[in-house]
């Protein structure tokens, strides 16, 4: 049916002096695809539900962290009977628990985690999920192909986006020691963005930032930091060690990276939510 606003033009343009047939159909027909158009557009826009998604891990001293750095502690240092307020004092790395990857981290002179944009932090958040092959192999990588095949099936992944790669690996955090999946020479090996694929990202896509459910943006076994350099070089920032990617739908949801912001930081822990 053409909205009463066509079939109003429709109307007043047939009574014009020399307005034919053939013009009026041809306008009609104008009409019938811009209609078309819209509701195709308005059915493959994702609905959105309302929900919030957590994508941060608790951090506390069972998380796993990168072979050789310390564990998370916190230390009390005021109590509620002495003085009414209680306090910790925290003793971290700055790359622990879920946690932001600022330039700096990589690149001698890139931005550090106070200096990332506002508006980079809040995002559409893209969500590819390799699951299947990474759990058959722990060196899977998100590839070129993984990106243009969840294009294939939703579309053009937006300019400024967040990308996600959804592995699956949270779920061995039950048994710390296959997450971490250390060799016999204590190398660890997980899943990550295949260097020419976050180069791709950053490229083709005008990616804000990408995001990963295990411990680093390359492969763990990785000695050459392609995703790393891609991502960071180009002065965007990483996520390392989201949880719960597998809830999040694959297109639609928004990202809000709650980044600490530390003068000078290469990165810290943050609070990361998927609004769905």
Avoid at 12 to 27: F, H, I, K, N, V
Avoid at 122 to 130: C, F, G, M, N
Avoid at 157 to 181: C, D, K, Q
Avoid at 247 to 275: D, I, N, Y
Wanted: hydrophobic share 45%.
């Amino acid at each position: 049916m053409c909205s009463p606003r066509i079939v109003q033009v429709a109307h007043e343009t047939a009574q014009s002096p020399g307005w034919s047939r053939r013009a009026w159909l041809g306008a009609a027909g104008l009409g019938a695809v811009a209609a078309l158009s819209a509701n195709a557009t308005a059915a493959a826009a994702p609905e959105r539900t309302g929900g919030v998604v957590d994508l941060t891990h608790v951090l506390d001293a069972e998380l796993p962290v990168w072979p050789g750095n310390p564990v998370f502690s916190k230390v009390p240092v005021a109590w509620h009977d002495r003085g009414g307020f209680a306090q910790h004092a925290l003793v971290l790395w700055e790359h622990t628990g879920t946690h932001v990857d600022a330039p700096l981290h990589r690149v001698r002179d890139g931005i550090s985690v106070d200096r990332i944009a506002e508006r980079d932090l809040i995002a559409p958040l893209v969500v590819i999920d390799i699951s299947a092959r990474a759990a058959a192999d722990p060196e899977a990588a998100l590839s070129i192909s993984d990106i243009t095949d969840w294009e294939a099936a939703h579309g053009a992944i937006p300019a400024r986006a967040f990308v996600a790669m959804y592995s699956g690996w949270e779920h061995r955090l039950a048994a710390p020691a296959t997450f971490l999946n250390l060799d016999a020479a204590g190398r660890p090996h997980a899943p990550g963005f295949a260097p020419e694929a976050a180069d791709f990202l950053v490229t083709q896509r005008d990616i804000v930032g990408a995001g990963v459910d295990t411990l680093s943006l390359d492969r763990a076994a990785s000695t050459e930091y392609g995703a790393h350099t891609a991502i960071l070089g180009a002065g965007r920032y990483g996520v390392e060690m989201l949880a719960r990617l597998g809830q999040v739908p694959p297109a639609g949801a928004t990202v809000v990276v709650g980044a600490p912001k530390h003068a000078g930081g290469t990165g810290g822990p943050c609070r990361v939510l998927a609004l769905t």
